[in-house]
Protein backbone atom coordinates (compact mmCIF):
# COMPACT_ATOMS: atom_id res chain seq x y z
CA UNK A 1 0.00 0.00 0.00
CA UNK A 2 2.79 1.76 -0.63
CA UNK A 3 1.44 4.75 -2.62
CA UNK A 4 2.39 8.75 -2.27
CA UNK A 5 -1.08 9.40 -1.80
CA UNK A 6 -0.24 13.25 -2.02
CA UNK A 7 1.24 12.66 -5.22
CA UNK A 8 -0.08 14.89 -7.86
CA UNK A 9 -2.50 13.82 -10.12
CA UNK A 10 -0.22 13.18 -12.77
CA UNK A 11 1.87 11.02 -10.69
CA UNK A 12 -0.75 9.26 -8.90
CA UNK A 13 -2.83 8.42 -12.16
CA UNK A 14 0.21 5.99 -13.34
CA UNK A 15 0.79 5.11 -9.13
CA UNK A 16 -2.47 4.06 -8.36
CA UNK A 17 -4.18 2.70 -11.14
CA UNK A 18 -6.65 0.72 -10.24
CA UNK A 19 -8.66 -1.40 -13.24
CA UNK A 20 -11.76 -3.08 -13.16
CA UNK A 21 -13.68 -5.72 -15.74
CA UNK A 22 -16.84 -3.10 -15.69
CA UNK A 23 -18.44 -0.97 -18.62
CA UNK A 24 -15.24 -1.76 -21.28
CA UNK A 25 -15.51 -4.81 -24.22
CA UNK A 26 -15.16 -8.53 -23.33
CA UNK A 27 -12.38 -9.32 -25.63
CA UNK A 28 -11.57 -12.49 -23.89
CA UNK A 29 -12.55 -14.48 -26.87
CA UNK A 30 -11.37 -12.02 -29.54
CA UNK A 31 -9.56 -13.71 -32.75
CA UNK A 32 -6.36 -11.66 -33.54
CA UNK A 33 -6.19 -10.77 -36.89
CA UNK A 34 -3.12 -10.14 -38.75
CA UNK A 35 -0.69 -8.92 -36.95
CA UNK A 36 1.11 -5.51 -38.23
CA UNK A 37 4.66 -5.23 -36.37
CA UNK A 38 4.85 -1.46 -37.43
CA UNK A 39 1.84 -0.80 -35.16
CA UNK A 40 3.10 -2.32 -32.54
CA UNK A 41 6.43 -0.80 -32.37
CA UNK A 42 3.85 2.32 -33.07
CA UNK A 43 2.06 1.77 -29.76
CA UNK A 44 4.83 1.31 -27.75
CA UNK A 45 6.09 4.44 -28.45
CA UNK A 46 3.05 6.11 -27.61
CA UNK A 47 2.75 4.46 -24.10
CA UNK A 48 6.52 5.03 -23.73
CA UNK A 49 5.56 9.19 -24.41
CA UNK A 50 1.98 9.05 -22.76
CA UNK A 51 3.70 7.59 -19.14
CA UNK A 52 6.88 10.09 -19.58
CA UNK A 53 4.42 12.85 -20.51
CA UNK A 54 2.85 12.07 -16.92
CA UNK A 55 5.72 11.64 -14.76
CA UNK A 56 7.41 15.08 -15.79
CA UNK A 57 3.79 17.03 -14.53
CA UNK A 58 5.02 15.47 -11.35
CA UNK A 59 7.63 16.57 -9.47
CA UNK A 60 7.25 13.76 -6.86
CA UNK A 61 6.70 11.26 -9.07
CA UNK A 62 10.04 11.99 -10.99
CA UNK A 63 11.86 11.45 -7.67
CA UNK A 64 10.10 8.31 -6.99
CA UNK A 65 11.48 6.90 -9.88
CA UNK A 66 15.22 8.56 -9.08
CA UNK A 67 14.87 10.86 -12.00
CA UNK A 68 16.55 14.36 -10.88
CA UNK A 69 14.70 17.19 -13.00
CA UNK A 70 12.41 19.86 -11.15
CA UNK A 71 13.87 18.96 -7.56
CA UNK A 72 12.98 22.09 -6.43
CA UNK A 73 9.45 21.68 -6.80
CA UNK A 74 6.27 20.11 -5.17
CA UNK A 75 3.18 18.39 -7.26
CA UNK A 76 0.33 20.42 -8.49
CA UNK A 77 -2.37 19.17 -6.30
CA UNK A 78 -4.99 21.76 -7.11
CA UNK A 79 -8.78 20.79 -8.33
CA UNK A 80 -8.07 22.83 -11.70
CA UNK A 81 -5.16 20.77 -12.42
CA UNK A 82 -6.68 17.19 -11.35
CA UNK A 83 -9.64 18.53 -14.09
CA UNK A 84 -6.74 19.23 -15.80
CA UNK A 85 -6.11 15.71 -15.79
CA UNK A 86 -8.85 14.46 -16.51
CA UNK A 87 -9.24 16.63 -19.68
CA UNK A 88 -5.97 14.55 -20.67
CA UNK A 89 -6.83 11.09 -20.11
CA UNK A 90 -10.27 11.86 -22.51
CA UNK A 91 -8.04 13.47 -25.37
CA UNK A 92 -5.42 10.11 -24.71
CA UNK A 93 -8.33 7.70 -24.68
CA UNK A 94 -9.85 8.99 -27.89
CA UNK A 95 -6.20 9.35 -29.19
CA UNK A 96 -5.61 5.46 -28.19
CA UNK A 97 -8.73 4.35 -30.17
CA UNK A 98 -8.35 6.85 -32.84
CA UNK A 99 -4.76 5.86 -34.02
CA UNK A 100 -4.16 1.88 -32.95
CA UNK A 101 -6.12 -0.72 -34.28
CA UNK A 102 -6.21 -3.48 -31.30
CA UNK A 103 -6.56 -6.34 -33.80
CA UNK A 104 -3.50 -6.12 -35.77
CA UNK A 105 -1.52 -5.69 -32.76
CA UNK A 106 -0.15 -9.41 -31.07
CA UNK A 107 -1.43 -10.64 -27.97
CA UNK A 108 0.93 -8.82 -25.31
CA UNK A 109 0.25 -5.53 -27.29
CA UNK A 110 -3.36 -6.12 -26.80
CA UNK A 111 -3.18 -6.40 -23.57
CA UNK A 112 -0.80 -3.64 -23.03
CA UNK A 113 -4.08 -1.58 -25.01
CA UNK A 114 -6.52 -2.93 -22.53
CA UNK A 115 -4.71 -2.16 -19.79
CA UNK A 116 -4.13 1.67 -20.97
CA UNK A 117 -7.97 1.43 -22.02
CA UNK A 118 -9.03 0.53 -18.18
CA UNK A 119 -6.59 3.03 -16.83
CA UNK A 120 -8.08 6.18 -18.66
CA UNK A 121 -12.04 4.89 -19.02
CA UNK A 122 -11.57 4.68 -14.54
CA UNK A 123 -9.24 7.40 -13.98
CA UNK A 124 -11.90 9.22 -15.80
CA UNK A 125 -14.55 7.78 -14.06
CA UNK A 126 -12.60 8.09 -10.80
CA UNK A 127 -13.03 11.75 -10.97
CA UNK A 128 -16.38 12.06 -10.03
CA UNK A 129 -14.95 10.85 -6.41
CA UNK A 130 -12.44 12.98 -5.72
CA UNK A 131 -13.76 14.54 -2.39
CA UNK A 132 -13.92 11.21 -0.72
CA UNK A 133 -10.93 10.82 -0.14
CA UNK A 134 -10.24 12.05 3.35
CA UNK A 135 -6.68 13.54 2.55
CA UNK A 136 -5.39 13.72 6.16
CA UNK A 137 -5.69 10.63 8.02
CA UNK A 138 -3.71 8.09 10.28
CA UNK A 139 -2.94 6.46 7.66
CA UNK A 140 -1.21 8.39 4.58
CA UNK A 141 -1.89 12.46 4.15
CA UNK A 142 0.49 15.04 3.04
CA UNK A 143 0.92 15.96 6.71
CA UNK A 144 3.46 12.97 7.03
CA UNK A 145 4.28 12.16 3.93
CA UNK A 146 5.91 15.41 3.43
CA UNK A 147 8.94 14.82 5.56
CA UNK A 148 9.07 11.24 4.34
CA UNK A 149 9.19 12.24 0.92
CA UNK A 150 11.80 14.47 1.50
CA UNK A 151 14.21 11.97 3.94
CA UNK A 152 13.85 9.21 1.28
CA UNK A 153 13.42 10.73 -1.96
CA UNK A 154 15.14 13.64 -2.14
CA UNK A 155 18.81 12.86 -1.93
CA UNK A 156 21.63 15.63 -1.46
CA UNK A 157 24.40 14.43 -3.69
CA UNK A 158 25.62 18.13 -4.18
CA UNK A 159 25.28 21.63 -2.99
CA UNK A 160 22.65 22.13 -6.41
CA UNK A 161 20.80 19.20 -4.46
CA UNK A 162 20.95 21.20 -1.00
CA UNK A 163 19.69 24.28 -2.57
CA UNK A 164 16.97 22.83 -4.47
CA UNK A 165 15.70 20.85 -0.76
CA UNK A 166 15.60 24.45 0.38
CA UNK A 167 13.36 25.64 -2.25
CA UNK A 168 11.16 22.91 -1.50
CA UNK A 169 11.16 23.82 2.28
CA UNK A 170 9.95 26.86 1.20
CA UNK A 171 7.63 25.45 -1.11
CA UNK A 172 5.23 23.35 1.89
CA UNK A 173 3.38 26.43 2.85
CA UNK A 174 1.99 26.68 -0.56
CA UNK A 175 1.62 22.93 -1.21
CA UNK A 176 0.60 21.67 2.26
CA UNK A 177 -1.79 24.76 2.35
CA UNK A 178 -4.20 23.41 -1.34
CA UNK A 179 -4.74 19.98 0.41
CA UNK A 180 -6.03 21.53 3.55
CA UNK A 181 -8.27 23.80 1.39
CA UNK A 182 -9.66 20.28 0.19
CA UNK A 183 -10.02 18.98 2.97
CA UNK A 184 -12.23 22.26 4.56
CA UNK A 185 -14.26 21.63 0.83
CA UNK A 186 -14.76 18.32 1.85
CA UNK A 187 -16.10 18.65 5.04
CA UNK A 188 -18.55 21.26 3.85
CA UNK A 189 -20.01 18.55 1.81
CA UNK A 190 -20.46 16.46 5.09
CA UNK A 191 -17.08 14.10 3.60
CA UNK A 192 -14.67 14.07 7.08
CA UNK A 193 -13.21 10.91 8.49
CA UNK A 194 -14.66 10.30 12.09
CA UNK A 195 -13.51 12.05 15.27
CA UNK A 196 -11.13 9.55 16.30
CA UNK A 197 -8.68 10.10 13.38
CA UNK A 198 -7.82 13.80 14.14
CA UNK A 199 -6.14 12.97 17.62
CA UNK A 200 -3.71 10.78 15.72
CA UNK A 201 -3.19 13.50 12.77
CA UNK A 202 -2.69 15.74 15.27
CA UNK A 203 -0.50 14.25 16.88
CA UNK A 204 2.05 13.71 14.12
CA UNK A 205 1.36 17.06 13.01
CA UNK A 206 2.84 18.45 16.23
CA UNK A 207 5.49 16.10 16.70
CA UNK A 208 6.63 16.89 12.59
CA UNK A 209 7.43 20.55 13.92
CA UNK A 210 9.02 19.34 17.02
CA UNK A 211 12.78 20.17 17.79
CA UNK A 212 14.99 22.76 16.68
CA UNK A 213 14.65 25.22 14.93
CA UNK A 214 11.02 24.99 16.15
CA UNK A 215 11.99 24.70 19.43
CA UNK A 216 14.45 24.57 22.48
CA UNK A 217 14.09 21.24 22.89
CA UNK A 218 17.32 20.50 22.25
CA UNK A 219 16.97 17.63 19.36
CA UNK A 220 16.80 18.75 15.62
CA UNK A 221 13.63 18.23 13.91
CA UNK A 222 13.26 15.60 11.43
CA UNK A 223 13.57 18.19 9.09
CA UNK A 224 17.04 19.94 10.16
CA UNK A 225 18.36 16.51 11.02
CA UNK A 226 18.11 14.59 8.20
CA UNK A 227 19.12 17.81 5.98
CA UNK A 228 21.78 18.48 8.35
CA UNK A 229 23.21 14.67 7.64
CA UNK A 230 22.81 14.72 4.00
CA UNK A 231 24.75 17.94 3.77
CA UNK A 232 27.50 16.70 6.19
CA UNK A 233 28.48 14.20 3.85
CA UNK A 234 28.69 16.48 0.98
CA UNK A 235 32.57 16.27 -0.07
CA UNK A 236 32.00 19.44 -3.33
CA UNK A 237 31.50 22.19 -0.54
CA UNK A 238 33.56 23.55 2.80
CA UNK A 239 32.42 24.00 6.45
CA UNK A 240 31.22 27.16 5.79
CA UNK A 241 29.36 26.92 3.01
CA UNK A 242 27.79 23.90 5.01
CA UNK A 243 26.61 25.93 7.54
CA UNK A 244 25.44 28.57 5.42
CA UNK A 245 23.02 25.76 3.84
CA UNK A 246 21.97 24.77 7.37
CA UNK A 247 21.14 28.01 8.44
CA UNK A 248 18.99 28.92 4.84
CA UNK A 249 17.35 25.54 5.87
CA UNK A 250 16.47 26.91 9.21
CA UNK A 251 15.04 29.57 8.38
CA UNK A 252 12.87 27.92 5.55
CA UNK A 253 11.92 25.68 8.27
CA UNK A 254 10.52 28.55 10.17
CA UNK A 255 8.96 31.13 7.74
CA UNK A 256 7.21 28.25 5.49
CA UNK A 257 7.42 24.71 7.24
CA UNK A 258 6.39 25.72 10.98
CA UNK A 259 3.45 28.26 9.72
CA UNK A 260 2.28 25.49 6.95
CA UNK A 261 1.99 23.29 10.09
CA UNK A 262 0.42 25.66 12.55
CA UNK A 263 -2.60 26.44 9.68
CA UNK A 264 -2.50 22.68 9.39
CA UNK A 265 -2.94 22.06 12.58
CA UNK A 266 -5.70 24.89 13.52
CA UNK A 267 -7.91 23.37 10.31
CA UNK A 268 -7.96 20.03 11.88
CA UNK A 269 -8.57 21.20 15.32
CA UNK A 270 -11.81 22.79 14.21
CA UNK A 271 -12.89 19.85 11.95
CA UNK A 272 -12.42 17.54 15.01
CA UNK A 273 -15.10 20.02 16.62
CA UNK A 274 -17.13 18.95 13.96
CA UNK A 275 -16.21 15.69 13.68
CA UNK A 276 -18.93 12.47 14.60
CA UNK A 277 -18.34 8.94 15.92
CA UNK A 278 -20.08 7.76 12.68
CA UNK A 279 -16.86 4.96 11.16
CA UNK A 280 -18.48 3.65 7.73
CA UNK A 281 -18.40 4.46 4.21
CA UNK A 282 -22.56 4.35 4.81
CA UNK A 283 -22.42 8.03 6.49
CA UNK A 284 -20.88 9.87 3.24
CA UNK A 285 -23.23 11.15 0.67
CA UNK A 286 -24.30 8.30 -2.08
CA UNK A 287 -22.23 6.56 0.87
CA UNK A 288 -23.30 2.46 -0.43
CA UNK A 289 -22.12 4.10 -4.29
CA UNK A 290 -19.37 4.87 -2.91
CA UNK A 291 -18.10 1.67 -1.15
CA UNK A 292 -19.53 -0.15 -3.71
CA UNK A 293 -17.19 1.68 -6.75
CA UNK A 294 -14.41 1.18 -3.85
CA UNK A 295 -15.02 -2.26 -3.23
CA UNK A 296 -15.03 -2.55 -7.26
CA UNK A 297 -11.75 -1.04 -7.55
CA UNK A 298 -9.90 -2.95 -4.87
CA UNK A 299 -10.98 -6.32 -5.82
CA UNK A 300 -11.04 -6.20 -9.07
CA UNK A 301 -14.29 -8.07 -9.06
CA UNK A 302 -18.07 -7.05 -9.09
CA UNK A 303 -18.80 -8.97 -5.53
CA UNK A 304 -21.28 -7.58 -3.30
CA UNK A 305 -20.65 -6.66 -0.36
CA UNK A 306 -22.80 -9.20 1.03
CA UNK A 307 -21.30 -11.99 -0.85
CA UNK A 308 -17.54 -10.23 0.67
CA UNK A 309 -18.88 -10.96 3.82
CA UNK A 310 -20.34 -14.47 3.40
CA UNK A 311 -16.90 -15.45 2.21
CA UNK A 312 -15.09 -13.75 5.50
CA UNK A 313 -17.08 -16.00 7.71
CA UNK A 314 -16.65 -18.87 5.92
CA UNK A 315 -12.86 -18.42 5.90
CA UNK A 316 -12.58 -17.87 9.29
CA UNK A 317 -14.08 -20.92 10.04
CA UNK A 318 -11.96 -22.77 7.61
CA UNK A 319 -8.83 -21.23 9.12
CA UNK A 320 -10.07 -22.07 12.84
CA UNK A 321 -10.17 -25.40 12.17
CA UNK A 322 -6.89 -25.60 10.93
CA UNK A 323 -5.09 -23.85 13.56
CA UNK A 324 -7.09 -26.43 15.80
CA UNK A 325 -4.94 -29.04 14.66
CA UNK A 326 -1.57 -27.37 15.46
CA UNK A 327 -2.83 -26.67 19.25
CA UNK A 328 -3.04 -30.45 19.48
CA UNK A 329 0.13 -30.57 17.98
CA UNK A 330 1.87 -28.30 20.01
CA UNK A 331 -0.23 -30.50 23.24
CA UNK A 332 -2.25 -26.76 24.23
CA UNK A 333 -4.97 -28.23 26.48
CA UNK A 334 -7.49 -25.62 26.10
CA UNK A 335 -10.39 -23.84 23.47
CA UNK A 336 -8.68 -21.80 21.00
CA UNK A 337 -9.97 -18.19 22.18
CA UNK A 338 -7.31 -19.56 25.18
CA UNK A 339 -4.67 -20.49 23.11
CA UNK A 340 -4.90 -16.93 21.71
CA UNK A 341 -4.49 -15.17 24.84
CA UNK A 342 -1.49 -17.77 25.74
CA UNK A 343 0.10 -16.34 22.74
CA UNK A 344 -0.52 -13.15 23.54
CA UNK A 345 0.48 -13.29 27.22
CA UNK A 346 3.59 -16.01 26.97
CA UNK A 347 6.36 -13.43 26.74
CA UNK A 348 8.43 -16.21 24.87
CA UNK A 349 6.74 -14.86 21.91
CA UNK A 350 8.20 -11.33 21.62
CA UNK A 351 11.32 -9.50 21.49
CA UNK A 352 12.46 -7.75 24.47
CA UNK A 353 11.11 -4.21 24.78
CA UNK A 354 14.28 -2.40 24.03
CA UNK A 355 16.69 -1.10 21.62
CA UNK A 356 18.18 -4.30 21.59
CA UNK A 357 15.37 -6.10 21.27
CA UNK A 358 13.95 -3.65 18.38
CA UNK A 359 17.48 -3.99 16.54
CA UNK A 360 17.16 -7.83 16.94
CA UNK A 361 13.65 -7.63 15.14
CA UNK A 362 14.89 -6.10 11.75
CA UNK A 363 17.89 -8.25 12.12
CA UNK A 364 16.38 -11.67 11.88
CA UNK A 365 13.70 -10.25 9.72
CA UNK A 366 16.48 -9.85 7.52
CA UNK A 367 18.21 -13.09 7.95
CA UNK A 368 14.62 -14.69 7.20
CA UNK A 369 14.36 -12.98 3.61
CA UNK A 370 18.06 -13.55 3.08
CA UNK A 371 17.55 -17.32 3.88
CA UNK A 372 14.56 -18.13 1.57
CA UNK A 373 15.74 -15.96 -1.00
CA UNK A 374 18.83 -18.27 -1.40
CA UNK A 375 16.07 -20.85 -2.08
CA UNK A 376 13.94 -19.63 -4.93
CA UNK A 377 15.39 -21.64 -7.80
CA UNK A 378 13.03 -24.85 -7.75
CA UNK A 379 10.08 -22.15 -7.56
CA UNK A 380 10.88 -19.22 -9.43
CA UNK A 381 12.77 -18.51 -12.65
CA UNK A 382 13.95 -14.90 -11.85
CA UNK A 383 14.93 -13.03 -8.70
CA UNK A 384 15.07 -9.39 -7.58
CA UNK A 385 18.22 -7.73 -9.00
CA UNK A 386 17.68 -4.47 -6.47
CA UNK A 387 18.37 -4.75 -2.65
CA UNK A 388 16.11 -4.85 0.40
CA UNK A 389 16.28 -3.36 3.59
CA UNK A 390 14.45 -3.51 6.69
CA UNK A 391 14.03 -0.99 8.33
CA UNK A 392 12.21 0.10 11.54
CA UNK A 393 9.47 3.01 11.38
CA UNK A 394 10.56 6.36 11.86
CA UNK A 395 9.48 7.40 15.38
CA UNK A 396 7.66 10.75 14.28
CA UNK A 397 5.11 8.31 12.43
CA UNK A 398 5.17 4.99 14.42
CA UNK A 399 2.50 5.49 17.12
CA UNK A 400 0.30 6.09 13.84
CA UNK A 401 1.00 3.68 10.90
CA UNK A 402 0.63 0.07 10.08
CA UNK A 403 1.98 -3.05 11.20
CA UNK A 404 4.37 -3.16 8.33
CA UNK A 405 4.40 -2.02 5.09
CA UNK A 406 6.80 -1.96 1.74
CA UNK A 407 8.73 1.02 -0.39
CA UNK A 408 9.33 0.28 -4.06
CA UNK A 409 13.16 1.06 -4.89
CA UNK A 410 14.09 3.41 -7.60
CA UNK A 411 13.57 2.82 -11.00
CA UNK A 412 17.56 2.75 -11.85
CA UNK A 413 18.10 0.30 -8.56
CA UNK A 414 19.87 3.72 -6.87
CA UNK A 415 17.53 3.12 -4.05
CA UNK A 416 16.62 -0.02 -2.30
CA UNK A 417 13.02 -1.51 -1.51
CA UNK A 418 12.58 -1.01 2.05
CA UNK A 419 10.14 -3.22 4.17
CA UNK A 420 9.19 -1.32 7.23
CA UNK A 421 8.54 -3.24 10.28
CA UNK A 422 6.47 -1.24 13.14
CA UNK A 423 8.02 -1.56 16.23
CA UNK A 424 6.71 1.28 18.48
CA UNK A 425 4.74 -1.09 20.69
CA UNK A 426 6.77 -4.71 19.97
CA UNK A 427 4.22 -6.57 21.89
CA UNK A 428 2.45 -6.50 18.47
CA UNK A 429 4.67 -8.25 16.52
CA UNK A 430 5.19 -11.36 18.11
CA UNK A 431 7.78 -13.87 16.63
CA UNK A 432 5.65 -16.41 15.43
CA UNK A 433 4.07 -14.14 13.25
CA UNK A 434 7.63 -12.23 11.83
CA UNK A 435 8.12 -15.46 9.44
CA UNK A 436 5.03 -14.70 7.38
CA UNK A 437 5.35 -11.10 7.38
CA UNK A 438 9.06 -11.19 6.21
CA UNK A 439 8.06 -13.03 3.45
CA UNK A 440 4.99 -10.85 2.54
CA UNK A 441 6.76 -7.68 2.52
CA UNK A 442 10.33 -9.16 1.04
CA UNK A 443 10.56 -12.59 -0.52
CA UNK A 444 8.86 -14.13 -2.13
CA UNK A 445 6.53 -10.94 -1.66
CA UNK A 446 6.73 -7.51 -2.44
CA UNK A 447 10.07 -7.30 -3.03
CA UNK A 448 10.47 -9.69 -5.42
CA UNK A 449 7.05 -8.89 -7.23
CA UNK A 450 7.86 -5.12 -7.48
CA UNK A 451 11.86 -5.15 -8.36
CA UNK A 452 10.81 -7.93 -11.01
CA UNK A 453 8.00 -6.10 -12.24
CA UNK A 454 10.27 -2.87 -13.09
CA UNK A 455 12.49 -5.02 -15.05
CA UNK A 456 9.69 -6.81 -17.27
CA UNK A 457 9.73 -5.63 -20.77
CA UNK A 458 5.97 -4.11 -21.06
CA UNK A 459 5.27 -0.59 -21.32
CA UNK A 460 6.34 1.37 -17.64
CA UNK A 461 2.53 2.05 -17.40
CA UNK A 462 2.20 -0.87 -16.67
CA UNK A 463 5.09 -1.18 -14.55
CA UNK A 464 3.59 1.31 -12.26
CA UNK A 465 0.23 0.60 -12.44
CA UNK A 466 -1.66 -1.25 -9.58
CA UNK A 467 -4.36 -3.55 -9.22
CA UNK A 468 -4.38 -4.11 -5.41
CA UNK A 469 -6.57 -7.36 -5.43
CA UNK A 470 -3.14 -8.60 -7.88
CA UNK A 471 -0.60 -7.26 -6.13
CA UNK A 472 -1.93 -7.84 -2.07
CA UNK A 473 -3.32 -10.99 -3.53
CA UNK A 474 0.22 -12.20 -4.40
CA UNK A 475 1.72 -11.02 -0.90
CA UNK A 476 -0.86 -13.29 0.83
CA UNK A 477 0.40 -16.46 -2.00
CA UNK A 478 3.51 -15.24 -0.61
CA UNK A 479 3.02 -16.16 3.04
CA UNK A 480 1.61 -19.40 1.64
CA UNK A 481 4.23 -20.90 -0.56
CA UNK A 482 7.23 -21.21 1.62
CA UNK A 483 5.05 -23.88 3.44
CA UNK A 484 5.28 -26.03 0.51
CA UNK A 485 9.08 -25.14 -0.16
CA UNK A 486 9.75 -26.53 3.55
CA UNK A 487 9.37 -22.99 5.51
CA UNK A 488 7.26 -23.25 8.94
CA UNK A 489 9.28 -25.81 10.38
CA UNK A 490 8.26 -24.36 13.97
CA UNK A 491 4.67 -25.22 14.51
CA UNK A 492 4.64 -21.85 16.24
CA UNK A 493 5.55 -20.09 13.01
CA UNK A 494 3.25 -22.21 10.66
CA UNK A 495 0.43 -20.77 13.49
CA UNK A 496 1.81 -17.94 12.57
CA UNK A 497 1.42 -18.35 9.03
CA UNK A 498 -2.32 -18.92 9.99
CA UNK A 499 -2.79 -16.54 12.06
CA UNK A 500 -1.66 -13.43 8.89
CA UNK A 501 -3.78 -15.40 6.77
CA UNK A 502 -6.80 -15.24 9.34
CA UNK A 503 -6.66 -11.75 9.77
CA UNK A 504 -7.32 -11.23 6.05
CA UNK A 505 -10.06 -13.53 6.03
CA UNK A 506 -11.80 -11.30 9.15
CA UNK A 507 -11.24 -8.68 7.15
CA UNK A 508 -13.54 -9.16 4.77
CA UNK A 509 -15.58 -9.64 7.75
CA UNK A 510 -15.09 -6.00 9.35
CA UNK A 511 -14.82 -4.06 6.56
CA UNK A 512 -18.05 -5.07 4.84
CA UNK A 513 -19.20 -4.68 8.50
CA UNK A 514 -18.31 -1.58 9.11
CA UNK A 515 -19.04 0.52 5.99
CA UNK A 516 -22.79 -1.73 5.03
CA UNK A 517 -23.51 -2.95 8.13
CA UNK A 518 -23.05 0.28 10.08
CA UNK A 519 -21.08 -1.78 12.89
CA UNK A 520 -19.07 0.41 15.25
CA UNK A 521 -15.49 0.66 15.63
CA UNK A 522 -15.63 -0.91 18.66
CA UNK A 523 -18.31 -3.61 17.29
CA UNK A 524 -15.62 -4.45 14.51
CA UNK A 525 -12.60 -4.20 17.36
CA UNK A 526 -14.49 -6.52 19.12
CA UNK A 527 -14.66 -9.63 16.22
CA UNK A 528 -10.85 -9.25 15.30
CA UNK A 529 -10.71 -9.43 19.91
CA UNK A 530 -12.84 -12.82 19.81
CA UNK A 531 -11.66 -14.30 16.40
CA UNK A 532 -7.65 -13.58 16.11
CA UNK A 533 -4.91 -13.99 18.10
CA UNK A 534 -3.68 -10.26 17.91
CA UNK A 535 -2.90 -7.92 20.83
CA UNK A 536 -5.86 -5.08 20.97
CA UNK A 537 -3.46 -2.44 19.82
CA UNK A 538 -3.03 -4.48 16.86
CA UNK A 539 -6.67 -4.70 16.46
CA UNK A 540 -7.90 -0.90 17.29
CA UNK A 541 -4.87 0.02 14.66
CA UNK A 542 -6.15 -2.35 12.05
CA UNK A 543 -10.28 -1.49 12.30
CA UNK A 544 -8.78 2.29 12.39
CA UNK A 545 -7.12 1.58 9.22
CA UNK A 546 -10.14 0.19 7.75
CA UNK A 547 -12.38 2.78 8.33
CA UNK A 548 -10.58 5.49 6.79
CA UNK A 549 -9.37 3.09 3.41
CA UNK A 550 -12.99 1.70 2.56
CA UNK A 551 -12.66 -1.52 0.74
CA UNK A 552 -9.19 -1.76 0.56
CA UNK A 553 -8.44 -4.11 3.18
CA UNK A 554 -10.86 -6.72 1.61
CA UNK A 555 -8.21 -7.16 -1.90
CA UNK A 556 -6.23 -9.25 0.10
CA UNK A 557 -7.90 -12.99 0.63
CA UNK A 558 -9.47 -12.30 -2.47
CA UNK A 559 -6.63 -11.79 -4.54
CA UNK A 560 -4.76 -15.04 -2.81
CA UNK A 561 -7.80 -16.99 -3.24
CA UNK A 562 -8.43 -16.54 -6.81
CA UNK A 563 -4.54 -17.30 -7.34
CA UNK A 564 -4.78 -20.69 -5.65
CA UNK A 565 -7.92 -21.22 -7.63
CA UNK A 566 -6.34 -20.57 -10.89
CA UNK A 567 -2.53 -22.67 -9.79
CA UNK A 568 -5.19 -25.81 -8.95
CA UNK A 569 -7.23 -25.18 -12.04
CA UNK A 570 -3.70 -25.37 -14.02
CA UNK A 571 -2.69 -28.65 -12.14
CA UNK A 572 -5.55 -30.65 -12.95
CA UNK A 573 -6.11 -29.24 -16.67
CA UNK A 574 -2.27 -29.65 -17.17
CA UNK A 575 -1.25 -32.69 -15.04
CA UNK A 576 2.57 -33.36 -15.28
CA UNK A 577 3.03 -30.84 -17.40
CA UNK A 578 2.26 -28.12 -14.74
CA UNK A 579 5.87 -25.96 -13.81
CA UNK A 580 5.27 -23.68 -11.10
CA UNK A 581 7.82 -21.43 -12.65
CA UNK A 582 6.04 -20.90 -15.64
CA UNK A 583 2.57 -20.62 -13.48
CA UNK A 584 4.79 -17.74 -11.36
CA UNK A 585 6.32 -16.32 -14.86
CA UNK A 586 2.30 -15.82 -15.79
CA UNK A 587 1.25 -14.35 -12.57
CA UNK A 588 4.02 -12.02 -12.27
CA UNK A 589 4.93 -10.93 -15.80
CA UNK A 590 2.19 -8.76 -17.23
CA UNK A 591 2.99 -6.74 -14.21
CA UNK A 592 -0.03 -5.52 -11.69
CA UNK A 593 -3.37 -6.94 -13.75
CA UNK A 594 -7.23 -7.24 -12.38
CA UNK A 595 -7.74 -10.98 -11.16
CA UNK A 596 -9.98 -11.29 -14.73
CA UNK A 597 -7.25 -10.13 -16.55
CA UNK A 598 -4.99 -12.79 -14.82
CA UNK A 599 -7.34 -15.70 -15.57
CA UNK A 600 -7.38 -14.94 -19.14
CA UNK A 601 -3.18 -15.55 -18.83
CA UNK A 602 -3.67 -18.33 -17.51
CA UNK A 603 -5.93 -19.65 -19.46
CA UNK A 604 -3.59 -18.79 -22.82
CA UNK A 605 -0.80 -19.86 -20.73
CA UNK A 606 -2.81 -23.84 -20.32
CA UNK A 607 -4.10 -23.88 -23.78
CA UNK A 608 -0.36 -22.96 -24.82
CA UNK A 609 0.95 -25.99 -23.34
CA UNK A 610 -1.28 -28.23 -25.80
Excluded at 14 to 31: H, I, K, Q, Y
Excluded at 145 to 174: C, S, V, W
Excluded at 350 to 362: F, H, K, N, Q, T
Excluded at 526 to 543: F, G, Q, R, V
Aim: proline fraction near 4%; charge should be negative; include cysteine.
Amino acid sequence: MRKLLIMGVAALAFAACETVTTNLPDRSSVTTGKIDPAMNAAIDEWFEVKFMESVKRSPMFLAQLGIKERTDEWDDVSRAAQLEEVAIYKASLEEMRSTFDRSKLDASHQLSYDMMERFLTHQIENDKWHAYGYPFNQMFGAHSQIPTFMKNQHPIDNAMDAENYIKRLNGIDEFLGEIVGQSQASAAKGIMPPKFVYGHVLRDGRNIISGAPFDDSGADSIFLADFKGKVEKLTDIGYFDKKDLVERAEKALLESVGPAYENFIAAMTEQEAMATDDDGAWKLPKGSKFYAHRLNRMTTTDMSAREIHQLGLDEVDRIHGEMRAIMQQVGYDGTLQEFFTYLKTDPQFVYEDSDEGRAAYIRDAAAMIDTIEADLGDYFSFEPATKLEVRAVEAFREKSAGKAFYNRPALDGSRPGIYYANLYKITDMPKYQMEALAYHEGIPGHHMQFAVTQKLDIPKFQRFSSATAHSEGWGLYSEYLPKEMGYYEDPYSDFGRLAMELWRAARLVVDTGIHDKKWTRQEAIDYLLTNTPNPENDCIKAIERYIVMPGQATAYKIGMNKILELREMSKDKLGDKFDIKEYHDVVLGSGPIPLSILEQQVNAWIASKG
